[in-house]
């Protein structure tokens, strides 16, 4: 399973963005998927989960309310829906799925997120 992100970019603060990560292969309905991010100098944190079939999300104290995470199992896509975002959501944003448990083996390359004060 390859997958890639898109959607990063430079964004002020309270402003929005939104995730994509597109996966190859035809098990990714079959993943349990999240989104990790790493800020300089920080540990990967897990920001936000959903299990295969959609039904259940988990998401960090940090970003609750603000984000959303979701799958379309349809077009082997996940998603993240920024909102209200902080210079502290400055990270390069992951995306990983796994068969088994978080985080699985399956890593995308990241994509830069930048929020200007």
């Known amino acids: 399973v390859q997958l890639v992100e898109s959607g990063g970019g430079l964004v002020q603060a309270g402003g929005s963005l939104r995730l994509s990560c597109a996966a190859s292969?035809?098990?990714?309905?079959?993943?349990?998927m999240a989104w990790y991010r790493q800020g300089l100098g920080k540990q990967r944190e897990l920001v936000a989960a959903?299990?295969?079939?959609?039904?259940?999300?988990n998401y960090a104290d940090s970003v609750k309310g603000r984000f959303t995470i979701s799958r379309d199992n349809a077009k082997n896509t996940m998603y993240l829906q920024m909102n209200s975002l902080k210079p502290e959501d400055t990270a390069v944003y992951y995306c990983?799925?796994?068969?088994?448990?978080?985080?699985?083996?399956?890593w995308g390359q990241g994509t830069q997120v930048t929020v200007s004060s």
């Open positions: 959903i299990l295969n079939g959609g039904g259940y999300t």
């Open positions: 990983n799925g796994g068969t088994e448990y978080l985080p699985g083996d399956y």
């Open positions: 292969g035809s098990t990714f309905s079959s993943l349990s």
